[in-house]
């Protein structure tokens, strides 16, 4: 029996490992061809406009844009291999250099951003399915319908100019205010520990400060698709022979809801939080422009513009690996919550 199960998990390891290869493989294959054809020229971005021809074709040799396609992509993954995502154009430093300094930014935001989410859709998604079709009910789907379909960008100035300029309730742009921009030395690039372990009490605050309206927007936004799923989930449970069952036995309404519904529907939220998590890391380009926000999202929307498609690809295969963990561990948490996925 231990053999057995033991062949069947090296099984299942084997086979999504070799998922996860064909699936960054052809995110790279398709970035890499996709940034070849854009009309953004990164030679010209280099030399800049006014080079010669001679400058312009010695830089295009050098970064051996006269090869074939596949033989670039060939030189690439040989260089992915031994652990080198080049130089980017828009800094002069390495790929990787580059993603370690601005990922804890976009990191710190979401991770915020997801606890509001989750804090608030779960329970307001429970609440409109145990009071379907009551004002509550009617109130969280269009607080979810609203949340969904609104322009992050357009909430997002909105939000600076209401609560930043008019109210002064919160910080402006940026992660901390420009006076105490580098005070704080950069341990892990969480602006908050590092400000914890420096023990710097104003840069802590003041960084909180800037980072609780970017986030609570965000966290808005994944609140509506978090309250959307929850509150489906949990009709469709509630609709369950075994909850009349429940009910007849005597058990109060509390009881039916969270201790078996609930409990039931606990799986598909994990994989719902953990996308919509992921949603967040590599989706908040929008609202990192708006607040300047030096993360993940304005390093990849900037490398888009200059055509450096070293940092792009680099960024697409962190984008795939966050997915791809991202998915590892919600099947994990399914089996420890699902005893009925284990084989």
């Known amino acids: 029996m231990i053999l057995t199960l033991t062949r069947t998990q090296c099984r299942r390891i084997s086979h999504r490992a070799v998922q ?5 493989f052809g995110l790279l294959l398709l970035t890499f061809f996709i940034g070849r054809v854009m009309p953004l020229d990164p030679v010209l971005a280099i030399v800049g406009p006014d080079a010669d021809q001679a400058t312009y074709q010695q830089v295009y040799h050098q970064l051996g844009f006269d090869k074939p396609l ?3 992509f060939g030189i690439y993954l040989n260089a992915l291999l031994h652990g080198d995502l080049g130089h980017a154009l828009l800094t002069g430093q390495p790929v990787v250099h580059d993603i370690v300094r601005v990922f804890p930014a976009t990191v710190e935001l979401a991770t915020l951003a997801i606890v509001i989410g989750a804090g608030l859709g779960v329970p307001l998604g429970v609440l409109a399915a145990a009071r379907r079709n009551s004002v509550i009910d009617y109130v969280v789907r269009m607080l979810s319908l609203a949340g969904y379909s609104t322009p992050i960008f357009w909430v997002g100035m909105i939000g600076l100019l209401l609560f930043y300029a008019h109210l002064g309730w919160v910080g402006g742009a940026g992660r901390v205010d420009f006076s105490l921009d580098g005070i704080v030395p950069r341990r892990t690039g969480f602006m908050l520990i590092d400000a914890l372990l420096a023990g710097n009490s104003q840069v802590f605050w003041n960084a909180l400060n800037h980072l609780v309206l970017p986030a609570s927007l965000l966290g808005f936004h994944s609140m509506a698709y978090i309250s959307r799923m929850t509150r489906s989930f949990m009709l469709a449970q509630l609709s369950q022979e ?23 529907i606990l799986v598909q939220l994990l994989t719902v939080v953990a996308l919509a998590y992921g949603s967040l890391l590599e989706g908040a380009v929008l609202i990192e422009t708006v607040f300047s926000w030096p993360g993940f999202g304005s390093y990849l929307t900037g490398s888009l513009m200059l055509g450096d498609m070293n940092a792009v690809m680099g960024c697409v295969l962190v984008v795939g690996l966050i997915f791809v963990l991202l998915n ?16």
């Open 328 to 343: 590892l561990i919600s099947d994990l948490l399914y089996q420890v919550f699902d005893p009925r996925t284990k084989v």
């Open 242 to 264: 075994f909850i009349l069952t429940a009910r007849v036995k005597g058990l109060t309404e509390w009881q039916v809801i969270w201790q078996h519904a609930f409990r039931n």
């Open 20 to 24: 996860v290869v064909i699936t960054l």
């Open 70 to 72: 596949w033989v670039q």
